[in-house]
């Protein structure tokens, strides 16, 4: 952490500012953009809610992008990439120093709070862990600007042109990671924003593998017809071959396929099996055998994604579910490959 600033300019329209929660998962930290060559601003996800993120990014505001209209806020709109609380658990602390910061000015104009924004996803689709619902609660009135029905976001749709004070964003839905993940074009950069959905380093979570990989190759698309070359993940470096990794990323899920479903052609082990004691392949020792290489603190871990890719399978009619939940799930091929 050291060794990473906590607030980069990555372009003449791109400030990067960290999370300040470096981890196994988060990597440098949650990466939150500052978008726009002057004020007002658009801010790109919020962080967790970190104490320390608040200097880092009110140094970004004053020093690294400062204001040059004193009239416009620092800040008019903020996008939220999707649910998960690293990306949007700073929220209530980032709408407080926007205000302080238009206080400080001391202009006698009236503050004009951010919109927020936001794909849009019904509270009862969010999983039971989400705090995006107390997040939204404790958010002071008048310390952002609702949507024209009172809503608390501004809902984001794919293919939306989204304009800011210096430049134009473009939202890309690509559900996956999350049923609301975005990614957004970045024309003067030729970046695509990326949100979780493909990082800086190391591969990404999900939680529908088949809805996932058809977004991967929805970005590639969209790179043939509009040539980004730049990645701006959530976490993580900037990616300088951006088309080449999201290739990557699908390679190595097909491969991952293509594995289990070698490792199902083959006997299952004897102590393996469903309810009746017939000997099948299960998650666990499919899990255990992809991974023998790995250490088994590994294979608890492993195995949430190894269960996807059984579901994907499923789906696509290459695999059928013989008995059993969770990792004791038994498998078998549904025809001969």
Known sequence: MDTIAS??????NIVRVLGQNPGKFTLQGTNTYLIGRHNPYTLVDTGEGKEAYIPALESALKETAPSTNLESPDVSDIIISHYHGDHVGGL????????????????????????????PLATAQLPEWSNLPSIIDSLLPNSF???????????LYDGQ?????????????TPGHTRDSICLFIPEDRALYTADTVLGKGTAVFEDLKVYLSSLRKMLDYHNSNSYDLLY?????????GAKLIETYIIHRSERDAHILEVL?????????DSSGKAAWTTWTIVS?????YPESLWAPASQGITLHMNKLEEDGLVKR?????????WGLNAKL
């Open 145 to 155: 600007t609702p949507a024209s029905d009172e809503a608390t976001f501004h809902e």
């Open 289 to 293: 055998k992809i991974y023998q290489s």
């Open 265 to 273: 052609q083959s006997p299952p082990p004897p102590s393996s099996g």
């Open 92 to 119: 209530p602390s980032v709408l407080a120093l926007l205000r302080r910061l238009w206080d400080e000015r001391k202009t006698g104009m009236p503050f004009k709070p951010p919109r927020l924004h936001k794909f």
């Open 233 to 241: 993940p959530g976490h993580g470096p900037v990616v300088a071959k």
């Open 322 to 330: 013989l008995d059993g939940e969770g990792v004791h799930t038994s």
């Open 7 to 12: 607030v980069t300019r990555l372009s003449p």
């Open 161 to 173: 042109e989204f304009s800011t004070s210096s430049t134009s964003l473009r939202v890309l839905h």
